[in-house]
């Protein structure tokens, strides 16, 4: 299911209505934390079991689980594997287990985690327990991989779509990225909760850093930084409005805020995958919400020195490269992004969505075949063993010192491209290494290597059509939160969301976990005046009606 349409409830609603305790492996500590918590604010019977408890507060909790105290217990994969777990959940009555975050067990997947290989063994000894995996992200050899890894190969499979949208899906190449970056924040979400994805996690601290002396509340997170640090980030992230984490890939996996209204990549994502996975963290609410991306040449040629050196297996490289090629292909297509991103996860969409970049503004496209083949030769005739900017150097007819050290002034392609300048000329070699003309030669500090299609290409055997790049503003219509209604207070509005952020702070929850944005929007509008009207709300269970109807009820009274 796509992020944030409901995974959950597929296995807390078996394990309420089951006896004994469903058992959830999940990833991420905080991501336990944060779920346990929303259970409990609900009267749930739920609990984890991971290195943030004591000593003491471990034993309570498996005591609870023995004395069948709980509803769900989450565990963490690494602890699951350990000899005391294993006994106790064979003393324990189970009902079943849920694996979270599924994609991670598969060594195609773009989170590959290898805790969860071992995850096999409790098909040996629970086989009458039910197991169910889930994820937001898993195209069909992922899944393959996923029920092979987890022995549940004859389990049925169920695919809801994978579209969300309310995401407005919008890339476009870097020019000046951190002022990129600046204008796009300032113009439609100066205000706005959201994540900033880099690639390094120098650049993320940088870039967190910059943001702040911006004027922005932000605030950095990758896996290099001190435990305690990360925490808090994270939990400012989800307890305090308008919070911009700037991070790697280290952060946002389930994380489950519901207003976050952009995501921006500051770098190219390796996978489709994890693009998918990552911009799907905003706009959980429904709401209207942005996925921001730049990128250029350098980051593609970054990615591909990363995987050339990776400890992977060479049929691991070759999937982690396919991967990256059809990440470039979504980057640098001409028609619907949309629909290109569904038809990667085998899903079709008729007709070109209307909320994309290339829908709203359809890209120019030009023959770009003469341009191509002779920025080809360059690359052929200079013996492969350059970068772009030097072979842009040899097309334009600049006479460096590198040029004349290795004679390249006296090649047939020395000064042949004068009619396009720098940047065009690295938009074309970006194009086709894009599409797979030309390879990267990692060895080669980014040297340029002509690919077997490029052939037909250079003999005029093929034409190409080619992005034509431009760098003006964007007219399409800004994604913004959509201002109030005429019929609702905004007075009213505020105090709802004052005192739920005091209740929150209180009990040390999310805001969201008390009450979602949309049902304090349904408060102000409908303003109940009794228990009986409150309990008509969306989003109020009779357990939030009795722990937070007449808190909630006072302050639409003091408005009336």
Request: one cysteine or more; proline letters at 4%.
């Given at each position: 299911m796509?992020?944030?349409?409901g ?7 078996p394990a309420?209505a089951m006896?004994?305790c469903g058992v ?11 779920q ?5 604010v ?6 984890f ?9 471990t ?9 069948n105290n709980?509803d769900l217990?989450?565990?963490a994969p ?5 000899d005391?777990t ?5 003393k324990a ?7 979270d975050?599924a994609h991670?067990?598969?060594q195609?997947g ?15 000894l629970?086989?009458?327990t039910?197991r169910?995996?889930l994820?937001?992200?898993?195209d069909e050899r992922t ?15 169920f ?6 949208p309310?995401i407005r899906?919008r890339?476009?190449l870097?020019?000046?990225p951190r002022n990129?970056?600046?204008k796009?924040?300032?113009?439609e ?7 900033v ?5 120098k650049?993320t601290?940088e870039?967190?850093s910059w943001l702040?002396a911006?004027?922005?509340n932000a ?5 290099g930084?001190p435990?305690?640090?990360?925490s808090?980030?994270q939990?400012a992230?989800?307890?305090?409005e308008?919070?911009?984490v700037?991070a790697t ?5 389930g994380?489950d805020k519901?207003d976050?209204?952009?995501v921006a990549?500051l770098d ?5 995958e ?5 911009t799907?963290?905003?706009g959980?609410?429904g709401?209207?919400a ?5 990128y250029?040449l ?7 020195q990363?995987?050339?050196t ?5 049929q691991?490289?070759r ?7 059809s990440?470039?292909g979504?980057?640098?297509?001409t028609s619907?992004?949309r629909?290109s991103?569904?038809?990667y996860f085998?899903?079709?969409l008729?007709?070109p ?8 503004e359809?890209?120019?496209?030009w023959d770009?075949?003469e ?11 200079t013996?492969?063993?350059f970068?772009?900017n030097h072979l842009?150097d ?11 050290q290795f004679?390249?002034d006296?090649?047939p392609t020395?000064?042949i491209g004068t009619e396009?300048n720098?940047n065009?000329?690295?938009s074309?070699?970006?194009q086709l290494?894009?599409?797979?003309y ?8 980014g040297?340029l290597?002509?690919d077997?299609q490029a052939?037909p290409?250079?003999?005029g055997?093929?034409?190409i059509?080619?992005r ?10 800004q994604v913004r939160?959509k201002p109030?209604?005429?019929n ?9 969301r ?12 999310p805001p969201?976990?008390?009450f979602?944005d949309k049902?304090l929007l349904?408060i102000?509008?409908?303003m109940?005046?009794d228990m ?5 709300i969306?989003?109020v269970?009779d357990?939030?009606?009795e722990?937070?109807g007449e808190?909630f009820?006072?302050?639409v009274?003091?408005a009336?």
């Amino acid at each position: 299911m796509p992020t944030g349409r409901g995974k959950s409830l597929c296995y807390q609603i078996p394990a309420l209505a089951m006896r004994g305790c469903g058992v959830v492996i999940s990833p991420l500590i905080a991501l336990m934390q944060d779920q346990v918590d929303a259970l409990r604010v609900v009267d749930v019977n739920a609990s984890f079991l991971n290195s943030t408890l004591s000593a003491a507060e471990t034993r309570q909790t498996e005591t609870d689980l023995l004395n069948n105290n709980l509803d769900l217990l989450y565990i963490a994969p690494e602890r699951l594997k350990t000899d005391r777990t294993m006994e106790l959940l064979q003393k324990a009555e189970i009902s079943l287990f849920a694996i979270d975050e599924a994609h991670c067990v598969s060594q195609w997947g773009h989170d590959f985690r290898s805790d969860y290989l071992r995850l096999s063994v409790l098909n040996d000894l629970f086989p009458n327990t039910p197991r169910i995996a889930l994820t937001a992200t898993a195209d069909e050899r992922t899944r393959i991989e996923i029920a092979k890894c987890l022995t549940l190969e004859n389990a049925t499979h169920f695919v809801t779509g994978f579209d969300r949208p309310n995401i407005r899906y919008r890339i476009t190449l870097k020019n000046s990225p951190r002022n990129q970056l600046l204008k796009f924040l300032k113009e439609e979400h100066p205000y706005d909760a959201g994540i900033v994805y880099c690639l390094s996690r120098k650049k993320t601290e940088e870039t967190a850093s910059w943001l702040s002396a911006e004027g922005f509340n932000a605030l950095p997170y990758h896996a290099g930084l001190p435990t305690a640090t990360r925490s808090n980030n994270q939990a400012a992230f989800l307890r305090e409005e308008g919070i911009i984490v700037v991070a790697t890939i280290a952060f946002g996996m389930g994380i489950d805020k519901p207003d976050v209204r952009f995501v921006a990549h500051l770098d190219i994502p390796k996978t489709v995958e994890s693009y998918y996975q990552e911009t799907g963290r905003a706009g959980r609410d429904g709401e209207a919400a942005n996925a921001w991306m730049v990128y250029g040449l350098q980051d593609v040629i970054k990615l591909r020195q990363m995987m050339q050196t990776s400890e992977g297996s060479e049929q691991y490289k070759r999937a982690e490269q396919y991967r990256l090629n059809s990440m470039l292909g979504l980057c640098e297509i001409t028609s619907c992004r949309r629909q290109s991103l569904l038809n990667y996860f085998g899903e079709e969409l008729d007709e070109p969505c209307g909320n994309c970049d290339t829908c709203l503004e359809p890209v120019i496209t030009w023959d770009g075949t003469e341009a191509a083949q002779k920025a080809l030769s360059a690359a052929y005739r200079t013996g492969q063993r350059f970068g772009a900017n030097h072979l842009i150097d040899v097309l334009e007819g600049n006479s460096t010192a590198k040029v004349n050290q290795f004679g390249h002034d006296k090649l047939p392609t020395f000064g042949i491209g004068t009619e396009l300048n720098g940047n065009g000329w690295r938009s074309v070699f970006r194009q086709l290494v894009a599409r797979g003309y030309l390879t990267v030669d990692v060895e080669g500090y980014g040297a340029l290597l002509l690919d077997e299609q490029a052939r037909p290409l250079l003999r005029g055997e093929q034409k190409i059509e080619l992005r034509k790049d431009t760098h003006k503003a964007s007219k399409s219509k800004q994604v913004r939160q959509k201002p109030l209604a005429d019929n609702i207070n905004p007075e009213l509005f505020e105090a709802l969301r004052a005192r739920r952020t005091k209740l929150a702070t209180q009990q040390g929850v999310p805001p969201y976990v008390i009450f979602h944005d949309k049902t304090l929007l349904e408060i102000a509008e409908y303003m109940p005046q009794d228990m009986a009207q409150f309990s008509q709300i969306n989003g109020v269970g009779d357990s939030k009606l009795e722990k937070y109807g007449e808190e909630f009820l006072t302050v639409v009274q003091d408005a009336s």
